[in-house]
């Protein structure tokens, strides 16, 4: 099993910034795919970006220049800097861990951390 915990939700201004932050423990395998995922309240859960192991990075078109993935493996920790944030941004944000080497790429998911933009 994984286990996921994310901080740093909170409430901020339009054009503020948020730095989350989402732990790893567990059988965490090295070569793995950490991300971070949105759900709007009546809405989809939706990528936000993600970061493999060996550093690529892949955003969704609403945050790029705007948000920026990162890792630590050693700790285990993704990071989701968030800069310029909007209203349309306000959402319950879940990080995630997968791996092709462990259980099939089975996603599990933190608890999710609010993230509301509003003056």
């Known amino acids: 099993q994984v286990q996921l915990v994310e901080s740093g939700g909170d409430l901020v201004q339009p054009g503020g910034s948020l730095r989350l932050s989402c732990a790893a423990s567990?059988?965490?395998?090295?070569?793995?795919?950490m991300g971070w995922y949105r759900q709007a309240p009546g809405k989809q859960r939706e990528l936000v970006a993600t970061i493999h192991t060996w550093g690529s990075t892949n955003y969704a078109d609403s945050v790029k220049g705007r948000f920026t993935i990162s890792r630590d493996n050693v700790q285990n920790t993704v990071y989701l800097q968030m800069n310029g944030l909007k209203p349309e941004d306000t959402a319950v944000y879940y990080c995630s861990w997968s791996s092709s080497y462990y259980r099939a790429g089975h996603v599990y998911w933190g608890q999710g951390t609010q993230v509301t933009v509003s003056s």
């Open positions: 567990g059988s965490i395998i090295s070569i793995n795919t």
